[in-house]
């Protein structure tokens, strides 16, 4: 007798909803707003800054209460090494997640002794940040 194969079982789609507050650094308008919509549709906060100084005074006048920095590497005037040095004072523990276009042994011995730093290539796959967002503060 021929058995029909049982059609495949479609998979449960990975829930990526979560909470916290990202503070979320980006130069490039259009990304950050992107990326920005699609983790507060998510459940999450996101505070916005275009450059490492705005993200320096949002990171004081939130310190101890960002659960999250993701940002970019390349900007004008601070970079993203550079505000990470400048702002973990206010960040407490709190994971980074840096993204870019160069790769990242590039830029990782300008991070020396952080740690719970992760990277993420240009382009932004957005079901990627999604997953990488919410893997970040559940180990946290």
């Known amino acids: 007798a021929v058995v029909a194969a049982e059609p495949p079982k ?43 100084e705005e993200a320096l005074v949002i990171a004081e006048e939130n310190a101890g209460k960002i659960d999250l920095l993701i940002s970019d590497v390349i900007m004008p005037g601070i970079d993203g090494p550079t ?10 523990n709190a994971p980074v997640m840096f993204i870019s ?19 993420l290539p240009k382009p932004i796959d957005i079901k990627t940040l999604a997953e990488r967002v919410k893997q970040q503060l559940q180990a946290a």
């Open 10 to 52: 479609p998979r449960a789609a990975r829930d990526l909803s979560g909470a916290g507050r990202i503070l979320f650094v980006e130069d490039e308008d259009a990304v950050r707003g992107v990326a920005a919509r699609l983790l507060r549709a998510r459940g999450y906060e996101v505070l916005e800054a275009s450059d490492g």
């Open 83 to 92: 505000l990470l040095k400048k702002a973990r004072g206010y960040l407490g």
């Open 101 to 119: 276009g160069y790769a990242e042994a590039e830029f990782s011995d300008l991070l020396e002794g952080e740690t719970g730093v992760t990277f």
